[in-house]
């Protein structure tokens, strides 16, 4: 009689947290689903180096039953958002893992993403300075504004008088 290999690959990952851009962290375990008959690497790399950074390493090995690293084992994967000086919402970026083996199961699995979000710390805001009292003789006053965060692009700020008889 045959015994019919029916084994799926692929890797258990843990729910991913947001990351928030005043310095948290997100880790998250990763594990293989099957016991390879060889080593199996998953290579991480970071799409968008402008929204997050990897912490741990950027590679994973997992061995077969009585390896350094066995297959059942949860590893961990730590990431961090970068801290721009946009308030550009919550990004949402991928973590992408690469499967490199020798095992024909998991040489043949297809590149996988796991999305991060990070949420950001800064706002869209004008900051507008305190006016001094003018007096009725034409005396001028200077009143500063300035946006809280660096713009995308170009901004306008209109001043208009409400009361044009003061």
Not at 24 to 35: D, E, H, I, P, Q
Not at 87 to 110: H, K, M, R
Request: charged share 20%; proline share 4%.
């Amino acid at each position: 009689f045959t015994v019919a290999d029916n084994d799926v690959g692929g890797v258990h990952i843990d729910p991913v947290t947001d990351v928030y851009e005043i310095g948290t962290k997100a880790m998250f375990g990763v594990r293989l689903k099957t016991n390879p008959s060889h080593d199996v690497t998953l290579t991480l790399r970071i799409a968008d180096e402008t929204e997050g950074r990897l912490l741990s390493g950027s590679a994973l090995v997992f061995t077969p039953d009585g390896g350094a690293q066995p297959w059942t084992n949860v590893q961990t994967v730590t990431v961090e958002a970068v801290d721009d000086m946009f308030a550009d919402g919550a990004i949402q970026w991928p973590l992408n893992i690469e499967f490199n083996s020798q095992d024909p199961v998991y040489d043949t699995i297809s590149n996988i993403n796991v999305d991060i979000i990070t949420r950001d710390d800064e706002t869209e805001d004008i900051v507008v300075g305190t006016a001094q009292a003018v007096s009725e003789d034409r005396t001028m006053s200077h009143i500063t504004v300035k946006l809280a965060t660096m713009p995308f692009s170009e901004i306008t700020v209109a001043v208009a008088c409400l009361d044009l008889t003061e």
